[in-house]
């Protein structure tokens, strides 16, 4: 672990422990060089802010007229601009694909990484808070269009060199990653960065502590300056909030508040590395915090909180808020909310965004006025302090619902956005149901040959010709489902072999061809389902028959509509 303080005109650095994957070099503030995963998005907007500063762009300024390498979707008529992009709002999905892959070989120049799989518009720009590495990524690429150099060459010149941060880069895998006792990095690593700007940059706590005093004294260090000081205050003030009892974002950093004390702050967190940079304007204080281990988090954390208990204790009061009667919507709040990382996402990624989010809140509302919040092990209580807006019974934090069209659809937890989802939605009810429906449609698939040779070993078939062509095409819908799971485990086992990033990290283009084997089973189980209506008009099979099919059938719907909605099919609607 290391640590960074600024407090007014002392400076302190401090390395403990060892080094990453080398138990006999001690961990030095000047020399050990750390991954700060996000963290590296400080980076990013400080330089971004450079430009507006030089009047390169002004924040309000559509950024597709200054991108190059990227052209965006032109989804909605307002235009995205640097504003949204720093403020997490231009109404991205989340991308998780071209993020990160597992091997530095495959790292991509910054341009192709934002052009490649550019994520969907799915709401307009400065409506809704989404964290995105895309929004920093695109920042990047922004600077070095406009700056007509590369992100890294800029970064190099315009804040490593001035500040003096002479160990910091953006290089992939830079050689001081690389274990003392020379065990090969790719041995140890698993993530490397396909969007440095977001999440590439390696550092010291001896260069954060000349970043955290840029920030702190008006952008100049050592006779350096790098920003006016009117451009840090403004990196510093609040340019988005979903309310005003809300922390909000400022331009690339968030807000927090402590007691009386507003820090400006930002977290960054890799496979095992864990990050903090926090910035108490006011007091003149910065903090920077990175560890690494299996424990880097809880490790981090701790040390963050005793040093934020030193610069801005809180003393709590005891008191607990009570509700003034019942809130004025109750009946429309109840229900379980979502991740809008998984409900807003269009591709393919949305499965992986709906496992691996964030569980789900589940709110109700006590008879007593309450609002009662619940996400995994975690229950929180809430009063109403006025329409749709809550604040926590104990703690400084607030809740809010928003509506659209005058019906409640969202939960905002902080920035953190949810959307309420059906019943039907929930994935305990979904993993049920698919399971269920798994088993009936075997017993056609498997079924349906089975009987046919007992039969015929019986010594004669009575079947209808016309069940007999009807149970053809379901299976055939069944069988998709069957197929389309091989497929994919081909398709990954194939990709491995071929040396190239996993599935998740990089699909290549090719693999989209795996989505039209199950949208072919859909058609053909729609097909079946004309051959339910037609024997139910008809009657010319057995009722048992009749029954055993509709079930099959049934199941294959339910399954592709599973699918669909998870954007499992070539064709997708959501």
Same mark, same amino acid.
């Given at each position: 672990?290391?640590?960074?303080?600024?407090?007014?005109?002392?400076?302190?650095?401090?390395?403990?422990?060892?080094?990453?994957?080398?138990?006999?070099?001690?961990?030095?503030?000047?020399?050990?060089?750390?991954?700060?995963?996000?963290?590296?998005?400080?980076?990013?907007?400080?330089?971004?802010?450079?430009?507006?500063?030089?009047?390169?762009?002004?924040?309000?300024?559509?950024?597709?007229?200054?991108?190059?390498?990227?052209?965006?979707?032109?989804?909605?008529?307002?235009?995205?601009?640097?504003?949204?992009?720093?403020?997490?709002?231009?109404?991205?999905?989340?991308?998780?694909?071209?993020?990160?892959?597992?091997?530095?070989?495959?790292?991509?120049?910054?341009?192709?990484?934002?052009?490649?799989?550019?994520?969907?518009?799915?709401?307009?720009?400065?409506?809704?808070?989404?964290?995105?590495?895309?929004?920093?990524?695109?920042?990047?690429?922004?600077?070095?269009?406009?700056?007509?150099?590369?992100?890294?060459?800029?970064?190099?010149?315009?804040?490593?060199?001035?500040?003096?941060?002479?160990?910091?880069?953006?290089?992939?895998?830079?050689?001081?990653?690389?274990?003392?006792?020379?065990?090969?990095?790719?041995?140890?690593?698993?993530?490397?960065?396909?969007?440095?700007?977001?999440?590439?940059?390696?550092?010291?706590?001896?260069?954060?502590?000349?970043?955290?005093?840029?920030?702190?004294?008006?952008?100049?260090?050592?006779?350096?300056?790098?920003?006016?000081?009117?451009?840090?205050?403004?990196?510093?003030?609040?340019?988005?909030?979903?309310?005003?009892?809300?922390?909000?974002?400022?331009?690339?950093?968030?807000?927090?508040?402590?007691?009386?004390? !507003?820090?400006? !702050?930002?977290?960054?967190?890799?496979?095992?590395?864990?990050?903090?940079?926090?910035?108490?304007?006011?007091?003149?204080?910065?903090?920077?915090?990175?560890?690494?281990?299996?424990?880097?988090?809880?490790?981090?954390?701790?040390?963050?909180?005793?040093?934020?208990?030193?610069?801005?204790?809180?003393?709590?009061?005891?008191?607990?808020?009570?509700?003034?009667?019942?809130?004025?919507?109750?009946?429309?709040?109840?229900?379980?909310?979502?991740?809008?990382?998984?409900?807003?996402?269009?591709?393919?990624?949305?499965?992986?965004?709906?496992?691996?989010?964030?569980?789900?809140?589940?709110? !109700?509302?006590?008879?007593?006025?309450?609002?009662?919040?619940?996400?995994?092990?975690?229950?929180?209580?809430?009063?109403?302090?006025?329409?749709?807006?809550?604040?926590?019974?104990?703690?400084?934090?607030?809740?809010?619902?928003?509506?659209?069209?005058?019906?409640?659809?969202?939960?905002?937890?902080?920035?953190?956005?949810?959307?309420?989802?059906?019943?039907?939605?929930?994935?305990?009810?979904?993993?049920?149901?698919?399971?269920?429906?798994?088993?009936?449609?075997?017993?056609?698939?498997?079924?349906?040959?089975?009987?046919?040779?007992?039969?015929?070993?019986?010594?004669?078939?009575?079947?209808?010709?016309?069940?007999?062509?009807?149970?053809?095409?379901?299976?055939?819908?069944?069988?998709?489902?069957?197929?389309?799971?091989?497929?994919?485990?081909?398709?990954?086992?194939?990709?491995?072999?071929?040396?190239?990033?996993?599935?998740?990290?990089?699909?290549?283009?090719?693999?989209?061809?795996?989505?039209?084997?199950?949208?072919?089973?859909?058609?053909?189980?729609?097909?079946?389902?004309?051959?339910?209506?037609?024997?139910?008009?008809?009657?010319?099979?057995?009722?048992?028959?009749?029954?055993?099919?509709?079930?099959?059938?049934?199941?294959?719907?339910?399954?592709?509509?599973?699918?669909?909605?998870?954007?499992?099919?070539?064709?997708?609607?959501?």
């Amino acid at each position: 672990l290391t640590v960074a303080v600024v407090d007014d005109d002392e400076v302190h650095t401090s390395g403990y422990g060892h080094a990453f994957q080398s138990e006999d070099v001690p961990v030095r503030a000047d020399e050990t060089l750390f991954r700060v995963g996000s963290v590296s998005k400080v980076l990013t907007w400080t330089a971004a802010m450079q430009l507006v500063d030089r009047g390169q762009i002004e924040p309000d300024a559509p950024v597709d007229d200054h991108l190059d390498a990227v052209d965006l979707p032109e989804t909605y008529d307002e235009p995205i601009t640097l504003e949204h992009l720093a403020t997490h709002t231009p109404g991205f999905e989340v991308r998780g694909r071209g993020d990160s892959v597992s091997d530095p070989r495959h790292v991509r120049p910054l341009a192709e990484s934002v052009s490649t799989d550019v994520p969907a518009r799915v709401r307009p720009p400065g409506e809704l808070h989404q964290y995105t590495n895309y929004a920093a990524a695109l920042t990047g690429q922004l600077i070095a269009d406009i700056s007509e150099q590369s992100f890294r060459s800029f970064v190099t010149e315009n804040l490593f060199a001035p500040l003096g941060m002479s160990k910091s880069t953006f290089q992939a895998a830079p050689p001081g990653l690389v274990p003392a006792d020379g065990t090969a990095v790719d041995d140890v690593v698993s993530f490397y960065s396909d969007v440095s700007p977001a999440s590439g940059l390696h550092t010291t706590a001896a260069d954060m502590v000349q970043l955290l005093q840029a920030h702190l004294n008006g952008g100049v260090v050592d006779g350096e300056r790098i920003l006016s000081e009117s451009a840090v205050d403004a990196m510093h003030q609040q340019w988005f909030t979903p309310h005003d009892r809300m922390d909000g974002r400022t331009f690339g950093l968030s807000e927090r508040t402590r007691g009386d004390t !507003r820090i400006v !702050r930002h977290g960054g967190g890799v496979p095992q590395f864990s990050t903090e940079f926090a910035l108490l304007p006011e007091e003149g204080v910065g903090l920077f915090v990175v560890a690494h281990g299996s424990e880097a988090s809880a490790a981090k954390q701790d040390v963050v909180d005793a040093l934020l208990e030193r610069f801005a204790p809180v003393e709590s009061s005891g008191q607990r808020r009570s509700p003034d009667g019942t809130p004025e919507r109750a009946d429309e709040l109840g229900g379980r909310y979502r991740s809008v990382n998984a409900t807003d996402t269009v591709s393919s990624e949305k499965l992986v965004f709906g496992f691996f989010t964030g569980q789900p809140i589940d709110v !109700r509302v006590a008879d007593d006025g309450r609002l009662i919040t619940e996400q995994g092990d975690s229950t929180d209580e809430w009063v109403e302090v006025e329409p749709l807006v809550f604040e926590h019974v104990e703690e400084d934090s607030t809740l809010l619902f928003r509506e659209t069209d005058g019906e409640v659809t969202h939960l905002l937890d902080g920035l953190s956005a949810y959307e309420r989802i059906g019943y039907h939605e929930q994935l305990s009810v979904q993993g049920r149901v698919a399971a269920v429906a798994t088993v009936l449609g075997l017993t056609g698939l498997v079924g349906w040959p089975a009987a046919r040779g007992w039969r015929r070993y019986r010594g004669g078939d009575g079947t209808p010709a016309s069940a007999t062509r009807a149970r053809w095409v379901a299976g055939a819908g069944v069988a998709g489902l069957v197929v389309f799971v091989l497929a994919f485990v081909a398709a990954s086992v194939a990709v491995v072999s071929m040396g190239r990033p996993t599935l998740f990290d990089r699909p290549p283009a090719w693999f989209e061809v795996v989505f039209v084997v199950p949208t072919l089973g859909a058609l053909a189980t729609a097909g079946a389902v004309a051959y339910v209506v037609r024997a139910w008009v008809r009657e010319d099979w057995s009722l048992a028959a009749r029954v055993h099919y509709s079930v099959v059938v049934a199941a294959a719907v339910v399954l592709y509509w599973l699918l669909q909605y998870w954007n499992l099919l070539w064709v997708r609607l959501g």
